[in-house]
């Protein structure tokens, strides 16, 4: 086989209908253009990794890598592009709605100079076409905007999926990027030096044929995990963000369930011992669905997992206290004793929780 100029990522969860279409699709876009399709699959239930082999049995410039126990779009990313051949690298949606016409034009960008050359919905010549609901379209908007302000070269449309860059510049990002998260193009293009050059090319977003878009309250969290853990210079990890965030929403939820206890007349002493169980009880469940979604507990499994997870919470509280105690014995800040040991919990929590209730996570 001849060796390939371009490297095609397609990061898969549940697309078997629609990577056969997207084989076709490439091959029609590059006739001229010796190329390679890597699908990174998140051991789909559907078994879309089945469904890769199979073509690529028949046609060895299709490979498949298949993840078990890992998942998220920028770690998928990330280890097609390490596993590419090609010394120009391209990551696409294996669903179609990127428009694969346009692969010729972002290889053009590159040989003139490009470092990183975007398929951009915002550009002068690009849309959404009917690829968003009016919803997705305004909260990507949102986004995009949010992200602008997180980065110093000027990109319209940071949050697309859709991009290509030299191999060699991949290989020197690769250890940098989050591996955890949906927009790893916001990531990349937040951490490259300002003399990098950035190139876009316009594209109408296209509408998913077959599946279900993997959008939705787990992304749009991630991604605030991601712009956060930006804000701090990427010291603090996505993942720990998000079991902050939840954290802090449980605050509310035993305040608002201390006040409706003691108004319906029970003690503050009991008000506040089914306030703490309530707030525990839905920060374990939001923990599950969002900052573990990758690692969901299920039946019996579930049940367990709120028992460590309150006896770790618990021992969490003990820290707080104690080292609060312990700050505030130097300068009697009572602020700041408190923040500490806040701090202090957050962390044991996060720490031990991920290795106990989320040991495989």
Known sequence: ??????????PSYN????IPVMVERLAAALPDTPHEIIVVDDDSPDRTYDVARAIGAEQPHVRCIRRVGRRGLSGACVEGMM??????VVVMDADGQHDETILPQMLEKIAEGADVVIGSRYVDGGTSGDGLTRTRARGSELATTLSQMLISHKVSDPMSGFFMLRRDLADEMA??????????LFDLVSRLPASMKIAEVPFTFRKREHGESKLGVVVTMQFLGLLLSRLSGGILPIQFLMFALVGA?????HLGALYLLTQAGVSFVWGQVLATLTAMATNFLLNNWLTFSYKRLKGL?????FITFALVCSLGGIA????AVWVYQFDQATMLAGLAGALMSSVFNYAVTKLVTWRDA
């Open 175 to 184: 250890g940098r990027l989050s591996k955890e998260g949906f927009k790893i």
């Open 1 to 10: 086989m001849t060796s390939p100029e371009l490297t095609i990522v397609l």
């Open 301 to 305: 499994g579930l049940v367990w997992g």
């Open 320 to 323: 707080n206290v104690s080292v």
């Open 15 to 18: 697309e078997a209908r629609n």
């Open 83 to 88: 596993a590419a051949a090609a010394p120009v």
């Open 249 to 253: 929403s449980g605050l509310l939820v």
